[in-house]
């Protein structure tokens, strides 16, 4: 069994970007990566400083819409339109982290290909986050440092239950065109997608488990079953039609699961108190392409 920690209580009240400004923006015959790409809730669209040098000095400005008491953050560093092209271009090694109010704090990041969390102290009350490039982690083709996206938290206005894990049967392992880990299921990106990998099976059997920061009254669940980024990519790989759903208490509820369009879907059930949730796939829609099971997001609401 694999167990991944999610981005910390992902499933608080995620904060609407208003609006981004940065630096600079690369751009060149027509190859553009303006600083909204961070918050188009895409991994696959970055943004490239378009700094002369390495991106060092560069900096970016999420615009929350008024003050919200920050509880986290998370950022996808580098480029990751696709696992080949995530190391080929720099990636923030250390941010210097601006709030509103003119305080900041320096956040030093790893090196690693998956999403990464900033935590203030306490609740930070501001209306906008800075993140200013100190050091690099140098790419192997590109002298130009990209983000891919920008999240932003704030737990004291939640409406859907608090994830604070996620653990699954089994991962389809990473390669070029992306990774699948349990995580990506919950973490508020559609081109991002959890992938189970048992080879001898179509994917019935495999299963999600959340985990919550407290036992929570769950009223109803949002699935976008397949990899949820265009009608075509839904089409090519295969997805849950119909799951079980495990909770706390040992109780279960079974529901069909539609994926015609790539939408996330309400899933009805009769409201449970539950300090998880564990779903298994009992049926699978076989994709025309690829045929491990995926689903690329899941919410639950209070």
């Known amino acids: 069994m694999l167990a991944l920690a999610l981005l910390a209580n992902a499933h608080a009240a995620p904060v609407k970007i208003a609006g981004v400004t940065a630096k600079s923006s690369y751009s060149n015959e027509g190859v553009n990566y303006p600083a909204d790409n961070v918050k188009d809730g895409k991994a ?13 000095g560069s900096w970016i400005e999420v615009d929350l819409g008024g003050t ?3 509880t986290r953050f998370a950022i996808l560093a580098g480029d990751w339109s696709s696992g080949s092209a995530w190391g080929k271009a720099n990636r923030p ?7 509103s109010d003119g305080s900041t704090d320096t ?22 986050i800075r993140l200013k490039v100190n050091q690099l982690y140098n790419g192997s083709a590109f002298p130009d440092t990209a983000i891919s996206e920008i999240l ?3 737990d004291t206005e939640s409406t859907t239950a608090n994830v604070t894990g996620v653990t699954a049967s089994s991962e389809f392992p990473s390669d070029a065109d992306g990774a699948y880990y349990a995580a990506q299921a919950a ?8 992938c189970e990998g048992n080879k001898k099976t179509d994917g019935a059997g495999e299963w999600l488990q959340f ?9 109803g669940v949002s699935m976008c079953a397949g990899m949820c980024t265009t009608p075509a990519e839904l089409k090519k790989t295969a997805a849950p ?24 879907q309400n899933l009805t059930i009769n409201p449970v108190t539950t300090s998880s949730v564990k779903i298994t796939i009992d049926t699978v829609r076989a994709g025309s392409e690829f045929q491990d099971a995926c689903i690329s997001e899941v919410t639950f609401k209070k």
């Open 152 to 154: 932003v938290w704030d």
């Open 187 to 194: 973490d508020e990106i559609r081109d991002t997608y959890w």
């Open 211 to 219: 985990t919550f920061d407290h036992p929570t009254r769950i009223t």
């Open 68 to 70: 919200h008491n920050v």
């Open 93 to 99: 090694k250390e941010l210097q982290i601006q709030w």
């Open 44 to 56: 696959s669209t970055p943004w490239f400083e378009g700094e002369s040098g390495n991106g060092v």
């Open 241 to 264: 039609s119909r799951v079980t759903m495990q909770f706390s208490d040992g109780s279960t509820q079974s529901v069909d699961v539609k994926s015609i369009m790539p939408l996330a």
């Open 107 to 128: 956040w030093a990041l790893n090196d690693e290909w998956r999403p990464q969390v900033f935590t203030p102290s306490s609740p930070k009350a501001t209306s906008s």
